[in-house]
């Protein structure tokens, strides 16, 4: 393909060489690089790859796309520069890969929480109604029968097109897909429209970390960008930053809510729960009538299933076929029961922020268990806000805390867990709560210590299949390691 085919839509201007030159593929990783290959330049916020020209063009690249004027442009290949290279990047990808997105249905869900499990609930809906339906998000990719982790909830736009392509080739007619407000920051989803975007909720998260939103404002506008970018938008009118975020949309509204008039209405909550199952039926009402029933507990369930039905409506599904799908679905790591014991309850979850904490263990307290024992970390080389903020809201609502390590990169651990004791102290500092660093450890105890009547939230992880220290990621998959040890020990 041309370079000048990868730039369609692009405003460039040509400062070296022409840019009618053929090139192979695109990369935007200076060690993927192969002769003939056009090589985007992309400032990060660890490096600026600008600083790689010389190299690629020495392993070959043709072309060169720049966001920046080089202090000396490399010889033998064509230089041109635009506005945003990660903007480029993303074009280029999809004219690369042809477009695929625009071939299939596109399904864009954004919020602070609930995006995973209300993309697969759609998901369900779909497939339910004999739609094939891809997913992409933090659970990682899965269509045709097959799944495959990601390495971020979004990939970078070269590898989603790349997605989207094989997606299609593998008989897929629709998409659902988690879309961050750093992704829409970073450009990977530019270049895509979708046919329905959904808002879930927001809370304050991803602010002041490294690479992350300076403030909520800026955090708020960024997810309100996908509300410029689709026909229909399915919003929680619930939400309190609901009409702000979607200052300046572009599409027509569809609502949802619990406590508001909107366009599908849920009401009249019932909890369902049996051995090795928790769940929640409600009465539907407004442009669709039915009595609900989901396979996942907790009010937050019922507002990510009512997104699920306002999107099958919007797309003209069947009723019956999207609640059929609902009441089917399950999401790995989002409230996910482990079948250890008949005398107590062990779920994971990916909670891992106050929000998230606070709506999981609300939940579960509904249940009435005789005790709610959290046992949770916090992620290192993260702001420390999420720290405090999650021991403050385990120490209210949980009567037994196990604190132990999550993901702590390149943090000790101590440090980690001293910044959710201080949350802590603010919340219940009374709170009975044991130290365990090695989360392993702190499986074992949790099943070693359990009690009649017990429900243990494992918290923070969920899907996740390994731990980080100090950069390297080894296996660890909470689900296999609680099931091996409750054999190991006899539970019954």
């Known amino acids: 393909m041309k370079l000048s085919q990868l730039m369609e839509g692009l405003d460039y201007l040509v400062l070296q060489g022409d840019a009618e030159t053929e090139v192979a593929d695109v990369a935007y990783d200076s060690r993927k690089v192969q002769p003939g290959f056009a090589f985007v330049c992309v400032v990060g916020t660890n490096r600026d790859s600008h600083d790689y020209a010389e190299d690629v063009a020495a392993a070959g690249a043709r072309g060169l796309v720049i966001q920046h004027k080089l202090d000396e442009m490399p010889a033998g290949v064509t230089v041109v520069q635009v506005e945003n290279s990660r903007h480029a990047l993303a074009i280029m990808s999809c004219n690369l890969f042809g477009n695929p997105a625009k071939k299939m249905t596109m399904i864009g869900v954004t919020g602070t929480k609930g995006k995973t499990t209300t993309a697969h609930m759609i998901q369900a809906a779909l497939n339910a109604a004999g739609k094939k339906c891809g997913i992409i998000g933090t659970n990682g990719t899965a269509f045709a029968g097959e799944r495959h982790a990601l390495a971020n909830t979004t990939p970078e736009s070269y590898e989603l097109q790349k997605l989207f392509s094989e997606m299609l080739a593998a008989g897929c007619d629709s998409v659902v897909m988690e879309v961050s407000s750093q992704c829409l920051m970073m450009s990977r989803v530019d270049g895509i429209h979708f046919d329905v975007g959904v808002f879930t909720n927001l809370y304050p998260d991803h602010i002041g970390g490294p690479g992350e939103h300076q403030s909520f404002e800026e955090y708020r506008a960024w997810k309100g960008q996908l509300f410029r970018r689709c026909d229909v938008g399915v919003v929680n009118v619930d939400d309190k930053n609901c009409n702000t975020l979607l200052a300046g949309h572009t599409c027509r509204l569809v609502s949802y809510a619990m406590h508001k008039d909107a366009d599908f209405v849920g009401s009249g909550l019932e909890l369902e729960r049996g051995e090795n199952f928790l769940g929640i039926s409600y009465q539907l009402s407004g442009v669709w009538n039915a009595r609900v029933r989901v396979n996942m507990p907790g009010e937050f369930s019922v507002y990510n299933s009512l997104a699920a039905l306002a ?146 939230a494992v918290i923070g992880k969920g899907h996740e299949t390994y731990r980080d220290r100090k950069g390297k990621k080894t296996p660890f998959l909470e689900r296999e390691l609680l099931l091996e040890y409750a054999q190991q020990i006899g539970l019954e």
Not at 357 to 367: F, I, K, V
Not at 377 to 402: K, N, P, T, W
Not at 422 to 442: F, K, M, S, T, Y
């Open 311 to 456: 999107v099958g409506q919007v797309l003209g599904l069947e009723m019956e076929a999207v609640c059929k799908g609902l009441e089917q679905v399950s999401v790995k790591g989002r409230v996910e029961l482990v079948p250890v014991s008949k005398r107590f309850t062990v779920l994971i979850d990916f909670a891992h922020n106050e929000a998230g904490t606070e709506n999981l263990l609300t939940t579960l307290r509904a249940y009435q268990p005789k005790r709610l024992v959290v046992l949770f970390g916090c992620g290192g080389d993260r702001s420390r806000l999420r720290r405090y903020g999650m021991g403050e809201v385990a120490s209210r609502l949980a009567d037994f805390l196990i604190l132990t390590e999550d993901n702590n990169r390149f943090e000790e651990v101590e440090a980690i867990l001293a910044d959710i004791k201080i949350g802590i102290a603010q919340g219940r500092p009374d709170v009975p709560c044991v130290e365990i660093p090695d989360r392993l450890d702190a499986l074992h105890y949790a099943l070693d210590h359990a009690q009649d009547g017990d429900m243990i």
